[in-house]
């Protein structure tokens, strides 16, 4: 045999063990989470080298992850359960361990480095997770709603429902509903315990949210998972197709819209993965497949396996100009797409927007739009209609008041745009998404 041959083998095989791996890694032992919102200036650093980044919302979270949040900072991370962590402004956290056993059973560890998190634990069979601020540690395995502050002297946690024991060098401590356990930094976290709740300014926010998850996560049986459930519910709608079952899709769509027009390739230990810019764009596209179907246009069929989620988003039935999107063949830089004609809501007056087709929800920050159904289809007879933005995410229940609150980006977006540059990037000098470039084919 030549060697010339030999060496092809050679780099074969090698190139299907590495494949092998990364299969291998993606079905069991790696592990994401979803980052599932970002307001304001949020960065993030993925772990391999580019440093601090800009953070978008749908960014898989992987182990050794940081967030960053700036002075106007907020953001969410929802794991697979639908447990959230939320963050506040000038807040560091970091995810030393996201990974799973070859049991199945997920190994969980989330750092408070600095700042203000809050957490809505709700301990999922068969998972571990632990909680670590300064030198404390919480091995959680009931459900459980608290915030966590590190300042630079003293941190404290503080238990809106249920209960924890926390260790750390003063030894053992339960903290039950509405208590406040305070440690002193500088006395060998010497702590006191308080009955009762010393309010945040973030403690509004924080309910806020969870009056969103917890009104519109309720859905079928058809995931075991709970990332990603509470918008797609609140951003599209479900339905059969005879021959084809339970189909998925998000409102402001039309003929001209597919499920590709607007987000960003990023690259990770396992490969390229494809970040939609869509609010709701987690599970349609880390499960299941995109499928076009006449009268219908571009639905997503939930998967009839879970066991591992796609980098690559599946496609079928596509039309026959369309062109699957495919990752880069190479480099490290995130590479953005926005071809949608129409990339974010256009202002009408004060708490007033208009929308249009084609958008998918961009632009419509999470419940803060009343019965989004019923305007996307005043949207799709008459070609654009006006929505009352409110504050605060709207659920099934009357909403809470925050006379704060930051109102959605409600700039207009140019042709061509990719609907991911919401969130202003602090300076920490990584890389820039928009260095990149790239374009969608």
């Not at 300042?151 to 060098?169: H, I, M, N, R, Y």
């Not at 479900?238 to 189909?247: A, I, K, S, T, W």
């Not at 745009?417 to 920490?428: K, L």
Request: glycine share 10%; charged share 15%; with cysteine.
């Amino acid at each position: 045999m030549s060697s010339s041959k030999v060496a092809l083998r050679v780099s074969l095989l090698a190139a299907c063990t590495s494949l092998l791996a990364i299969t291998c890694l993606a079905d069991s032992q790696v592990r994401i989470v979803r980052l599932s919102q970002v307001e304001g200036a949020v960065q993030v650093d993925r772990n391999f080298g580019q440093g601090y980044e800009k953070a978008f919302p749908n960014l898989p979270i992987t182990q050794g992850t940081k967030l960053h949040t700036g002075i106007d900072g907020r953001a969410e991370v929802e794991f697979e359960d639908g447990s959230t962590l939320r963050i506040t402004p000038n807040t560091v956290v970091e995810f030393p361990e996201l990974s799973a056993r070859d049991s199945g059973s997920k190994n969980t560890a989330v750092k408070v480095i600095d700042g203000t998190a809050y957490l809505d634990f709700k301990a999922a069979k068969d998972e571990e997770f632990n909680l670590l601020f300064g030198r404390e540690k919480l091995a959680l395995a009931k459900p459980v709603h608290l915030r966590v502050q590190m300042g630079d002297t003293d941190s404290s946690l503080a238990v809106f429902k249920g209960k924890v024991q926390v260790e750390g060098p003063s030894g053992s401590l339960n903290v039950g509903g509405n208590e406040t356990a305070t440690f002193d930094l500088s006395n060998d976290d010497k702590h006191t315990l308080a009955g009762d709740l010393e309010a945040d300014p973030y403690d509004t926010w924080d309910a806020q949210q969870q009056n969103y998850h917890k009104s519109y996560a309720s859905s079928g049986s058809y995931s075991p998972y709970g990332y990603g459930m509470s918008d797609l519910n609140y951003y599209g709608n479900y339905f059969n197709v005879p021959g084809y079952g339970l189909m998925w899709q998000p409102y402001f769509t039309g003929v001209g819209w597919d499920p590709f027009m607007d987000g960003a390739w990023y690259s990770y230990p396992f490969g390229y993965a494809w970040v939609s810019a869509y609010p709701w764009g987690w599970m349609p596209y880390r499960y299941g497949t995109w499928r076009s179907l006449p009268g219908y246009g571009w639905v997503w069929q939930p998967a009839t396996s879970w066991s591992a989620w796609n980098a690559t988003p599946a496609v079928a039935n596509a039309p026959r100009q369309f062109v699957v999107p495919r990752p880069p063949v190479d480099g490290s830089l995130p590479v953005l797409v926005g071809r949608s004609p129409v990339t974010s809501p256009a202002p009408l007056s004060s708490g007033h927007i208009v929308l249009h087709s084609d958008t998918a929800g961009l632009g419509v920050a999470r419940g803060t739009i009343r019965d989004l159904g019923r305007v996307s289809q005043q949207v799709r007879t008459q070609g654009v209609a006006s929505a009352n933005v409110h504050p605060a995410p709207l659920g099934f229940w009357a909403p809470v008041s925050l006379p704060h609150s930051p109102s959605p980006n409600m700039g207009a977006a140019s042709h061509g745009s990719t609907g991911m540059g919401s969130a202003a990037p602090a300076s920490h000098g990584g890389a820039s998404p928009h260095a990149a470039g790239g374009a969608h084919k």
